[in-house]
């Protein structure tokens, strides 16, 4: 079993920055992909960015510019650093992880998710 736990999240006036963490913990063989999604009132999941273990991120175009992911292998930690926030980010912000977990029948693929962390912007 794997578990995320972010943290980082709060209220902030636009224009402010925040930074969330999610360390992933537990029977963790390999991290392939992290990344952040986030979800507001009345709206679906939505890609915010992600990072494989490679490199090469991905963002979306709305955060293009304003937020960058980040990640420390070691600490199997994934970073968003949030600057130029606007009231359009408010959400509950989620971390997402795909990992390979050690099992009695060899390593397993499985997708895991955080509990949520609240990002407020006011105007």
């Known amino acids: 079993q794997v578990q995320l736990v972010e943290s980082g999240g709060g209220l902030v006036q636009a224009g402010g920055s925040l930074t969330l963490s999610c360390a992933a913990s537990g029977s963790i063989f390999r991290i392939n992909v992290m990344g952040w999604y986030r979800q507001a009132p009345g709206k679906q999941r939505e890609l915010v960015a992600a990072?494989?273990?490679?490199?090469?991120?991905h963002y979306a175009d709305f955060v293009k510019g304003r937020f960058t992911i980040s990640r420390d292998n070691a600490k199997n930690t994934v970073y968003l650093q949030m600057n130029s926030l606007k009231p359009e980010d408010t959400a509950v912000y989620y971390c997402?992880?795909?990992?390979?977990?050690?099992?009695?029948?060899?390593?397993?693929?499985?997708?895991?998710w955080g509990q949520g962390t609240q990002v407020t912007v006011s105007s």
């Open positions: 990072m494989p273990s490679g490199g090469n991120t």
């Open positions: 997402n992880a795909d990992v390979d977990v050690s099992t009695l029948f060899g390593t397993r693929s499985y997708k895991y």
